[in-house]
Nanobody
Framework: QVQLVESGGGSVQTGGSLRLSCAASGYGYSTYNIAWFRQVPGKEREGVAS????????YYADSVKDRFIISQDKAKKTVYLQMNRLKPEDTAMYYC????????????????????WGQGTQVSVSP
């Protein structure tokens, strides 16, 4: 079992920045990917960024590439999502999730590869 707790959401204006944190506990940190997904009511959940916690390889959705950075602190078993140059369309509930193992690029942002989910943190970006 893996437990995940997100923090760091909030409200910012367009162009601002936020950093989300995802603290993991339980088995096997460094053996699986942790990713950030986001969801707007009425729409499907979208994969935003994923990191392989073993080797640090990162994968991004095109919509956030060059604006968001996913990173980790292995000692703290915590994954971060630094979100820069935020846009109103980034407004969503953000969830972190842990996969069952190491995922490569084709599957790194595929929702059904992730087994464990946090409760989410809201990000709101005003015009």
């Amino acid at each position: 079992q893996v437990q995940l707790v997100e923090s760091g959401g909030g409200s910012v204006q367009t162009g601002g920045s936020l950093r989300l944190s995802c603290a993991a506990s339980g088995y096997g940190y460094s053996t699986y990917n942790i990713a950030w997904f986001r969801q707007v009511p009425g729409k499907e959940r979208e994969g935003v960024a994923s990191i392989a916690t073993g080797d640090g390889s990162a994968y991004y959705a095109d919509s956030v590439k060059d604006r968001f950075i996913i990173s980790q602190d292995k000692a703290k078993k915590t994954v971060y999502l630094q979100m820069n140059r935020l846009k109103p369309e980034d407004t969503a509930m953000y969830y972190c999730a842990a996969a069952g193992g190491r995922l490569w690029s084709s599957f790194a942002l595929v929702e059904d590869k992730y087994l464990y989910w946090g409760q989410g943190t809201q990000v709101s970006v005003s015009p």
